[in-house]
């Protein structure tokens, strides 16, 4: 099993700037990838940002320019930067994580979210 923790979630100003992190912990054999997920209000779950093992990254074309994903393999992390803020970027935010286990089983993972709200 693999659990994954969120934080840095809060209140933020349009405009301003916000780093989410994700910590994987359990039993890890592989992760493939690692993401970043939201759902805004009244909106079906979307995809913000992805990264795989090998390093390449994907952006929703709302975020693209505006977030980063980046992560650390030493410590199960992942981080999200994000920065110009909008008010449509108001959701709860939920970690991701596809693993492989030493039979080649795929599995995936989610965090329980953190809220974020841009708001004046």
């Known amino acids: 099993q693999v659990q994954l923790v969120e934080s840095g979630g809060g209140l933020v100003q349009p405009g301003g700037s916000l780093r989410l992190s994700c910590a994987a912990s359990?039993?890890?054999?592989?992760?493939?990838?690692m993401g970043w997920y939201r759902r805004a209000p009244g909106n079906q779950r979307q995809l913000v940002a992805t990264?795989?093992?090998?390093?390449?990254?994907n952006y929703a074309d709302s975020v693209k320019g505006r977030f980063t994903i980046s992560r650390d393999d030493a410590k199960n992390m992942v981080y999200l930067r994000m920065n110009s803020l909008k008010l449509e970027d108001t959701a709860v935010y939920y970690c991701?994580?596809?693993?492989?286990?030493?039979?080649?089983?795929?599995?995936?993972?989610w965090g329980q979210g953190t809220q974020v709200t841009v708001s004046s």
């Open positions: 359990g039993n890890i054999f592989r992760i493939n990838a």
């Open positions: 990264i795989t093992n090998s390093g390449s990254m």
């Open positions: 991701h994580a596809l693993t492989t286990t030493p039979f080649l089983q795929i599995n995936d993972y």
